[in-house]
């Protein structure tokens, strides 16, 4: 009946060759595991063990305002009542309103896609867009290089001071097409608190 929070600095689900045994230790308990190391913000679900791998406050190693995977510099935010946990992602210097980035690229001649990351979703999440003030439908989620991570840490030269600071894989990335006359997209997703969290781009 007890909520059990591990604290690590490396994490179980990449880098830990036992974990299988901590799992089999801890069997069916409620159990969230906050670590770090790597950068990037992971929420990794292993049965009933909840595992929160931190984005990092000093980001890609004090290059910039992003992660490797492109979650900004930040923390987590916890909340206990009794045995149940809460948490978002805090953003360094910014609300906690604040729950993810908006890119737009161009797809083809008709159609421009955007992707959502949004940090701290897990696949209890949902995101949806409007585009000029319609929904046009739920957005897809999928594993890929956030953007902005891309052109900041790609390739031997960037970034300057860190060059071996590289671009993750994430699986908190969400993309949908919308034409290529749109004017305004606004996306809502929705957390697995049933908490909402909005970010609009005008063309």
Known sequence: ??????????????????KEDLYA?????KVHVMSGHTHYNVNDIHNNVYEHNHGAVCGAW????????GTPCGYGVYTVHGNELSWQYKVTG???????????INQ?????????NIWNADPSWKAECWVDGN??????QYEGFD??????LLGPNLPATRSWAEPKLTAHLYK???PVTAKNVKIVATDRFGKTFSSTHLM
């Open 94 to 104: 910014k609300s906690l309103e604040e729950q993810m980035a908006l890119h737009i």
């Open 108 to 116: 083809s001649p008709s159609e421009k896609q955007v992707i959502a």
């Open 62 to 69: 004090w290059t910039g305002p992003i992660c490797e995977d």
């Open 25 to 29: 230790v801890l069997g069916d308990r």
């Open 176 to 178: 949908i097409s919308i």
């Open 147 to 152: 953007p902005g991570a891309y052109a900041a």
């Open 1 to 18: 009946t007890k909520l059990i929070v591990l604290c690590l600095h490396i994490p179980l689900h990449a880098g830990t060759k036992n």
């Open 135 to 140: 929904q046009i439908g739920s957005m897809t």
